[in-house]
């Protein structure tokens, strides 16, 4: 009788497992209502603090019995927080960027762009594109320079020697430059002077600068007169925003370099940009050699592309666009690879993002990590930062005339390790809201959140708040105090209305009983203001100050919000590839799907999706549902940023396709967001980033099942001639049997049986041949036996070598070879390690995992513990350890 069918063909499935950006602190509240002449987007940087991993370590380290406060090896990361606001009647800014000093006795071990993640972290984000602006000499005309030195460089062939007369660049590629950015130079040295106390000030301290633009800017910032605190960028504000009269009238200390034009428009060419370097396309400063700044390697960043000096307004030599809305530079992911292994150079002063564009009401975020390589002081360890915006993109009927250095006004703050504090807004007119817009008379309800994040106790502690200016009196309500330890008692006195009519103006204070906190101790504070603000387009400030006994001069963190026509709208957004691992020359498909969850229409969402570089050959497309809509129905590249009209309840999906490099390792990490467009108020910016990670498992085996006996006969089936068993056979349909680091001949065997009789015994051999770009570890090893078959439990009894099994008397069912044409080590069928190799019985559970349930025995084989890894093929064969085979046999029934 002949068999079932089933084995007369292989069918055993084997598996293994293997603008302006305000930095309020410490200065008093205002009333800004943008100039109708001015014109340009500053940054007001309204708080610095501990990241919530930091916190959360001083916090169990304090309250652990260990010893409090930072410690030497620690990781410490910030986060800098700042908004971009309007001068005058803009809608968005060219770029913007942010300065983070590092101190003494600490290394850069992480640098990113963050956003909330609205589960209490921060996530890495790309940079905005840069604002659109002239790719020419802008608005403002071709410009007059006097220096002496040329524009070339390195890289660059002449454009303009000698004096730099009329020697213009392109606005745009002075802008194009985003990403993050590192100094060595000790001109980008943190200078403080005349104080001592290591910290920054607003306005007192550092170098005096004379912008062009300085009066419109100061008014915002709340100073009268502007500082920067390193002596580069005193250099370009003078050299390239400032006029020679201004510097010469500006007292006390600031920078020696001279004026070279009318400190307004375009810079020369290859000059004037604010990340000027080795990695820039504007690579020199105003010495006419090129800049301090090198380039970290970071997602989405873009590298300028000058080809030549502004021939015109809109135009540029050797460049064909012609516009003056133009993105000028490309997509780069050079730089220094940052990690905690790879840290910056100790020499490293000075970490500068440039972000992009900028929309005045966002809130924007930068994160900073640190690894302290010395103990920090008692007293504290001191970080500063400020930050600063550009000049105006070309929106509609505004113009964008300048270089950044017309506007160098920088905002300031700093944080002290010893005391935690941060002031948010959580509601709106009693809706839950972030406050970046607001309407007009809008209660806003703030939460202050402070700690002692120090290693001892901080005596005579004070927590005070400073009204808006646009308050009536006695404006504060519902104060609430939540989980504060030591009780915070905060009695309500009588409050004065602000005054905005005043310079500087004033809003009334309320201040807590003092307090002694212990390391790890703090609370929360929430309480609700009203405000009488009518002025749309102005800006409401609340400041929230934490002083001790032993630092008197305090902390302080602000919260800021723009009066606006609110449009409201909750943008949402969600990203997966449906994969948690995926292999080299896979493909690979994202899903991105954007909602509006809010009540109003949105018009013109800004989606970007930067692709990781590993991922090639990328195309996209965009559907929406039903009266919404994409700007771009597809397209091709790996750096994505495109637009969407969202109804109410509306969806836009993009589906990206593409192949993950076959040399690719690692992991996957893509990141996608959408933005609101201007005037549009996102009450939620939590749901704002959506990230996917997939793992590459660079790591392949291949596996080729052949018969390689019948009944002990290697050579063909004793009961049909035509059936060879030592030859190679190629198996339709599959390319797994050809790769060509298969040893020569290896793959002996039969794939069709053909005639099979009960009583016969088969033989299989299973082939594996690793063959991905990364070795192999831990294999293990799972085929079912075939249904109607026994598995032979004595097939190799009595055969050497052994696999060192620690049980006695006991049978040898299966065979192993590693980089041999025969076996290496029989093994038994026992649980008995070292021995490699266990039989399963029908119904029991194998150790590995399977192609399905055991129903009728189960071979396991832990194929590589002992050494742990199966080396990658690099030739045919070579090394010895990529290949091998398991062999076993059943009986038919």
């Avoid at 957004?573 to 948690?580: A, F, M, S, V």
């Avoid at 015994?761 to 036996?785: A, H, K, M």
């Avoid at 025995?857 to 742990?868: D, I, L, M």
Wanted: aromatic share 6%; net charge neutral; hydrophobic share 35%.
């Amino acid at each position: 009788m002949r068999a079932n069918s089933l084995h007369t063909k292989l069918i055993t499935r084997i598996v293994l497992s293997c603008i302006l950006a305000i930095a309020y602190s410490g200065i008093t509240p205002w009333l800004y209502t943008p100039q109708a002449n001015a014109h340009s987007v500053a940054q007001i940087q309204t708080t610095k603090f501990l990241a919530p991993e930091t916190v959360n370590l001083l916090k169990t380290r304090a309250t652990s019995g260990g010893t409090a406060g930072l410690q030497q090896g620690d990781l410490v990361s910030y986060i800098i927080q700042f908004s971009p606001v309007a001068n005058g009647n803009v809608a968005i800014g060219a770029g913007g960027y942010v300065t983070d000093y590092i101190p003494a006795g600490s290394q850069v071990v992480g640098a990113a762009i963050v956003q909330p993640d609205g589960n209490g972290n921060y996530i890495a984000v790309p940079p905005e594109l840069p604002g659109t602006i002239s790719n020419g000499w802008g608005p403002r005309n071709q410009q007059t320079y006097n220096a002496s030195w040329t524009t070339t460089d390195s890289t660059y062939l002449t454009a303009c020697s000698g004096v730099l007369t009329n020697c213009n660049g392109s606005l745009a590629q002075i802008y194009a430059d985003t990403g993050i950015f590192f100094s060595t130079d000790t001109r980008t040295q943190v200078n403080y002077a005349t104080d001592t106390d290591g910290i920054i000030k607003q306005g007192t301290n550092g170098y005096n600068v004379s912008p062009t633009a300085e009066n419109q800017l100061n008014p915002i910032i709340g100073q009268s007169n502007a500082t920067t605190h390193n002596q580069w960028d005193a250099d370009q504000t003078n050299a390239f925003g400032s006029t020679q009269a201004a510097i010469t009238g500006t007292t006390g200390l600031k920078s020696s370099a001279s004026s070279i034009g009318s400190g307004q428009g375009a810079a020369p060419y290859n000059a004037g940009s604010a990340v000027a370097g080795t990695g820039s396309g504007f690579k020199l400063d105003n010495t006419g050699t090129v800049g301090p700044w090198q380039r970290i390697a970071y997602l989405g960043s873009r590298i300028g592309n000058p080809t030549g000096r502004a021939t015109s307004a809109t135009t540029s030599a050797g460049d064909p666009l012609n516009s003056n809305i133009a993105i000028v530079g490309t997509y780069t992911s050079a730089g220094w690879n940052l990690s905690e292994t790879n840290p910056l150079p100790p020499a490293t002063n000075a970490v500068r993002w440039a972000l992009g564009r900028l929309v005045p009401g966002q809130t924007r975020y930068s994160k900073i990590t640190l690894k302290l390589t010395s103990p920090p002081a008692s007293s504290g360890f001191i970080n500063n930062s400020e930050v600063f915006g550009g000049d105006s993109a070309q929106v509609g009927t505004i113009n964008g005339n300048d270089n950044p250095w017309r506007y160098h006004v920088p905002s300031v703050a700093q944080n002290n390790s010893n005391l935690f504090l941060l002031k948010e807004i959580i509601k709106v007119n009693g809706q839950s809201s972030n406050g970046e817009l607001i309407p007009t008379n809008a209660k806003i309800t703030y939460r202050v959140t402070y700690l002692n994040t120090g290693n001892s106790a901080q005596n005579n502690v004070v927590l005070s708040d400073t009204l808006p200016c646009q308050t009536a009196a006695n404006s504060v309500s519902n104060i609430n105090t939540q989980n504060t330890n030591p009780p915070l008692t905060i009695s309500l006195p009588s409050l004065a209305a602000g005054n905005c009519s005043t310079t500087p103006t004033t809003g009334a204070t309320f201040s807590s009983a003092p307090v002694t906190l212990n390391p790890g101790t703090g609370g929360v504070v929430e309480f609700d203001v009203q405000t009488n603000a009518t002025t749309i387009s102005s800006y409401i400030v609340n400041r929230a100050k934490l002083v001790s006994q032993q630092l008197p001069t305090g902390i302080t963190s602000n919260a800021v919000s723009t009066v606006a026509t609110i449009t409201p709208a909750d943008l949402a957004i969600t990203k997966t590839d449906n994969l948690t691992i995926t292999r080299p020359d896979n493909s690979i498909t994202y899903t991105i799907a954007i909602k509006n969850n809010g009540s109003s229409n949105v018009t013109g969402a800004t989606v970007t999706d930067i692709v990781p570089s590993a991922i090639t050959s990328v195309s996209w497309a965009c559907t929406a549902t039903a009266s919404s809509s994409c700007s771009a129905a597809s397209g091709t590249g790996n750096n994505i940023s495109t637009t969407v009209n969202l109804i109410n309840g509306g969806t836009a999906t993009y589906t990206i396709n593409g192949t993950v490099d076959p040399n690719a390792t690692g992991t996957l990490q893509n990141t996608a967001t959408v933005s609101a467009p201007v005037g549009i108020s996102d009450s939620n910016s939590g749901n704002n980033t959506a990230l996917d990670t997939t793992k590459i498992i660079g790591a392949r085996l291949v596996l080729v099942k052949r018969i390689t006996a019948i009944n002990g006969n290697r050579t063909q089936n004793p009961h049909d001639s035509t059936v060879a068993l030592n030859t190679v056979v190629n198996e339709p349909g599959t390319t797994d049997d050809n790769d060509p680091k298969w040893l020569s001949g290896y793959l002996v065997g039969a794939i069709n049986g053909k005639n099979i009789y009960p009583e016969d015994v088969i033989e299989y051999t299973i082939y594996f041949l690793s063959n991905g770009i990364t070795d192999v570890t831990n294999v293990r090893f799972c085929d079912l036996v075939p249904a109607n078959t026994n598995f032979v439990t004595d097939a190799f009894n009595g055969l050497t070598p052994t696999d060192g099994g620690s049980s006695t008397n006991v049978n040898y069912g299966v065979a192993l070879a590693i980089g041999s044409t025969t076996p290496t080590a029989y093994l038994t069928n026992e649980d008995d390690a070292p021995d490699r190799g266990r039989f399963f019985a029908a119904g029991t559970t194998p150790t590995a995992s399977c192609s399905a349930i055991n129903t009728n025995g189960a071979v396991v084989v832990n194929v590589a513990t002992s050494p742990a890894t199966l080396a990658k093929a690099t030739t045919a064969g070579s090394p010895t350890n990529s290949y091998g085979f398991i062999r076993f046999q059943t009986r038919v029934n």
